[in-house]
């Protein structure tokens, strides 16, 4: 009886949006309404049971899960992600009110026209400049379509090419970063990754009785800055597509788009033309997406850079069209003074210690209110005609429709859930022949359609929540979130071009002259359209396009996974197999110098230490290779593998899936009460009775050879883990004996320079009192505490504060532990002094051998060499689901 309720809210909200009725009520009210209709029901037919027409719980729970949603939107502390979005909304409307798509447009039009196709490569050129500086599709269209379009006609270009290419070239700004489809998208996906992760545990848990997952089998979130570098190449190729089309499609048939000569010379003027138009939105592009790529900032500081940016780029211009760069220039200085103090002072309040210091934060306060001065200045000159005023108000606008159609697709997804569509779309798609492929092909294909009749925010916050947390549970294909995002943001992208319901169409209609007819539009964008699916097969096919620059990115940021990070393990293992292969010689002739190594200089604990590290290091090669073995065989016995467990998960799924239904059915026999209580326990039971049957058909249906061949495709994978596990502890072992050592060794200085502070300390407890003796104890036993392999001495230091600090100060026992102090310090000295002359070098020269391979868990960071490695390595899909 569900399904019908189910029915009705999807019938409810379609005619509620066909209607014409606001997206922003149609969402909540059609939740609201169906639930109020499904609880009346339950309480008129089902004898007062307002839950018996839910597929779990009430009308009460799930509306209060709806207000729980709607309060996560604003109260999460996590999900800051969202504040990007007014700022960036305000970038873009205040750039386009700074007549910037005009410059462009006029200026690349000059440049790019005695090209064949040129007016054509011009506007996807400015398109493109556009979406990653405004990225608002409406006013792209519509400044596009009055400028180029008219002068594309009337140099003979064919309708359908010319507003093809500006319909299409206006929507880049849907999928080029910074863009507003991708913030919201990493918000739906941060929430999707999370069930994603649980169900994913539940397949775990099923299928080995494990009662956790390894972590490296885990579903990796994303964030709105992980998206922006993601789409950043998907972006450019769709550019690229577009660029080429127009140029072949003019080179094949000129006269649909002829070459337009310029008419002015190519002169020092033109120059100083087009980078003048150029210059600014490329520089405002350098400061907002490169401050995001090279982690200088995160979104959301990108996003308040944009709008800073856009304000004074709108400052500079006066609306007689003159400029004036005084607050532009005012910033740049503040800008370059806000560089190189920062690059010679240390600007920290907390860390004065020096007049420099404070000459320091003075430079700071003073660029920054520069910076200010010249922010508000530009402000002060754009508000002369009341376009600060107008940019605020319609960024308030668009940033309040984007909220409430977040709160609405909140309320909508409750509701969904309520009436079991989630289990419902997840039981479909598992279904499914094919595996994860057929599945997210047929949801493209959903949201493709979708896009016919939705604008991409109802597709991106009510579609993405229900079908995204099933496409990233899947392990068999075990996508990155990035992908499937960057994936959904280049098919949402289509929503604005197809017919017969596109904006862009919609806009470009409103603004393009009686002359070209509708139907020339319409065949315009579908070559646009094309290309667009063929940017979503070669991204598909590719995956590293999308996740190679999060990856880079992550790996070489100061803030970097480490090494012993579950997730890199195995690309580093494959990386460490080819330092191997390629430095085997060198590696060998390390390891067999340390081996010869007299240590008998070396405390007895540190001789076995470093002893038994430097034949771990040949174990951990030889461990490496069995690993490599036996993940060949693993990888031998997949193939028959591989379609026995997918028919046997498949079985176990619905048997697992029937069990559920089994216990919701019982649930709602023992609560089933009233005067036609006994007619619908009977119907129940019946239910009940069938799915039993079935569940042993089901059973019966499993393969005899199943258990044989599981176990022993099980026990290939044990020694594979084994190996594995045996590997990384005999490369730690190999690594961090020696590299103690060696740290000791090279603090020798720093622990022979403490000597005479540590051999007076006896007389000055004698001489003092103890109260002052405290602080200059507590100084000594911290700076032993920062030597390497000092812990001893430090510890007994402290012990003799410790005795001073005492309600009643004993400076005798305090003599004592300095006593012992000293006797540890002459031992340290005693072996460190001629280790580090006859042993440190070797030592060194066998922990760099192995630092680049074997010993790279125990870094501090991956290397560069290493990090490219393990971020390409990582950016491919591997397929985990035989774990499973």
């Known amino acids: 009886m569900e399904l019908v309720f189910l029915a009705l809210l999807v019938i409810m909200l379609a005619l509620a949006l066909g209607s014409g009725y606001p997206v ?82 006029v200026t690349m039009a000059q440049l790019f026209g005695p090209v064949p196709g040129g007016l054509g490569i011009s506007v996807v050129f400015v398109g493109a400049l556009l979406a990653a500086t405004t990225g608002i599709v409406g006013a792209t269209v519509v400044a596009m379509g009055l400028i180029s379009l008219p002068v594309m006609l009337r140099n003979n270009y064919s309708q359908s090419l010319a507003t093809g290419t500006i319909a299409a070239s206006g929507t880049l700004g849907q999928i080029i970063p910074p863009s507003i489809v991708l913030i919201i998208l990493a918000d739906q996906l941060a929430s999707a990754t999370d069930q994603a992760g649980t169900i994913r545990k539940t397949l775990h848990k099923a299928a080995t009785g494990e009662l956790t997952m390894p972590s490296e089998f885990a579903v990796v979130s994303t964030s709105a800055g992980e998206m922006f570098l993601g789409a950043l190449v998907p972006g450019l190729i769709l550019v690229a597509l577009y660029m080429l089309y127009i140029l072949f499609y003019a080179l094949l048939r000129p006269s649909k788009a002829p070459a ?7 002169d020092l003027a033109f120059l100083g033309k087009v980078l003048g138009t150029l210059v600014p939105p490329l520089a405002l592009i350098f400061l907002v ?29 006066l609306k007689d069209g003159k400029r004036k760069y005084s607050p532009a220039i005012l910033a740049l200085i503040a800008m370059t003074g806000i560089g190189i103090t920062l690059f010679m002072f240390d600007t920290n309040i907390k860390n004065i210690k020096t007049d420099r210091d404070l000459i320091g934060v003075y430079l700071s306060v003073s660029t920054v209110f520069l910076l200010i001065l010249a922010l508000i200045w530009s402000g002060i000159r754009v508000n002369r005609d009341n376009t600060l005023h107008e940019v605020m108000i319609e960024t308030a606008k668009a940033t309040s429709l984007v909220f409430i159609i977040l709160l609405g697709a909140a309320m909508l997804t409750a509701a969904f859930r309520a009436f079991g569509g989630e289990e419902l779309v997840r039981d479909y798609l598992n279904s499914l022949p094919g595996g994860f492929w057929t599945k997210f092909i047929i949801v493209m294909g959903v949201i493709f359609i979708l896009g016919f009749f939705l604008d991409f925010i109802e597709i991106a916050v009510v579609v993405v929540p229900i079908v995204a947390p099933i ?22 992208q289509t929503s604005f071009l197809t017919p017969p319901f596109g904006f862009a169409l919609f806009y470009l209609r409103g603004v393009a002259p009686t002359a070209v007819k509708t139907i020339n539009m319409y065949k315009g964008v579908i070559a646009f359209i094309v290309l667009q699916l063929i940017a979503l097969g070669i991204v598909g ?42 430095h085997s010689t060198e590696l060998t002739s390390a390891i067999r110098v340390a081996e010869e190594l007299d240590l008998s200089i070396l405390p007895k604990k540190l001789k076995a230490s470093v002893s038994k590290s430097v034949q771990k290091a040949s174990e951990a090669i030889t461990l490496l290779e069995t690993a490599k073995t036996a993940e060949q065989d693993v990888l031998g016995a997949s193939d028959d593998y591989r379609p026995l467990h997918s028919i046997v998960r498949n079985i176990e799924q619905q048997i697992r899936e029937n069990a559920s239904t089994i216990d919701d059915l019982e649930t709602r026999l023992r609560r089933t009460s009233g005067d036609n209580a006994d007619a619908i326990k009977a119907g129940l039971q019946q239910k009940i009775d069938t799915i039993s049957n079935s569940q042993l058909a089901l059973e019966a249906s499993i393969p005899a050879q199943w258990q044989a061949t599981n176990e022993e495709f099980a026990a290939l994978q044990q020694i594979e883990t084994k190996a594995r596990k045996d590997y990384r502890r005999a490369a730690d072992d190999s690594f961090l004996p020696v ?15 403490l000597q005479d502070s540590l051999n007076n300390l006896e007389q000055q407890i004698n001489d003092n009192e103890p109260a002052a003796m405290l ?11 920062q030597v390497e392999g000092a812990s001893k001495i430090k510890s007994a230091v402290s012990k003799a504060r410790s005795a001073l600090k005492a309600k009643k100060p004993n ?26 002359e006859t042993l440190n070098a070797s030592l060194k020269i066998y922990q760099q051998a192995i630092s680049g391979s074997i010993g790279i868990r125990q870094q501090s960071k991956l290397s560069r060499e290493q990090a490219l490695f393990v971020a390409r390595c990582s950016a491919e899909h591997r397929d985990i689901s035989l774990n499973f």
């Open 260 to 266: 337009v000569k310029l008419e002015s010379s190519r």
């Open 775 to 785: 602080v200059p104890i507590a100084a000594l036993a911290k700076k032993f505490g």
């Open 811 to 836: 400076k005798k026992k305090a003599i004592k532990s300095v006593g012992k102090a000293i006797a540890a310090f002459e031992k340290e000295l005693a072996w460190r002094i001629p280790a580090k």
């Open 24 to 105: 922003a009520f149609a969402l909540p009210g059609a939740a609201i309404v169906t639930i109020s209709i499904a609880a009346l029901c339950g309480y008129i037919f089902a004898g007062g049971n307002v839950d018996a027409y839910f597929a779990q719980d009430g009308p009460s729970q799930w509306l209060s899960a709806g207000v729980t949603n709607l309060r996560g939107i604003y109260w999460e502390v996590e999900r800051d992600t969202l504040i990007a979005i007014p700022l960036f909304i305000f970038m873009g409307i205040m750039l386009q009110r700074s007549k910037i798509a005009e410059d462009l447009l």
């Open 471 to 492: 496409l990233l549970a899947d392990p068999s294909a075990n996508i990155t979130a990035v992908w499937l995002g960057v994936m959904i943001g280049l098919n949402i």
């Open 541 to 582: 096919y590719y995956p590293p396009l999308v996740n190679y620059l999060p990856n880079r990115m992550s790996l070489l940021s100061d803030n970097a996974p480490p090494p012993r990070n579950p997730k890199l393990q195995y690309c580093i293992e494959e990386y460490t197999v080819l330092h191997l292969a390629e």
């Open 739 to 753: 590299a103690k050592v060696t740290a000791a060794l090279d603090d020798t200085d720093k622990l022979l320079a």
């Open 289 to 317: 997406l490169g401050s995001i790529i090279t982690g200088i900032a995160t979104v959301n500081q990108a996003g308040a850079i944009g709008a800073a940016g856009a304000l004074l780029m709108a400052g500079y211009r």
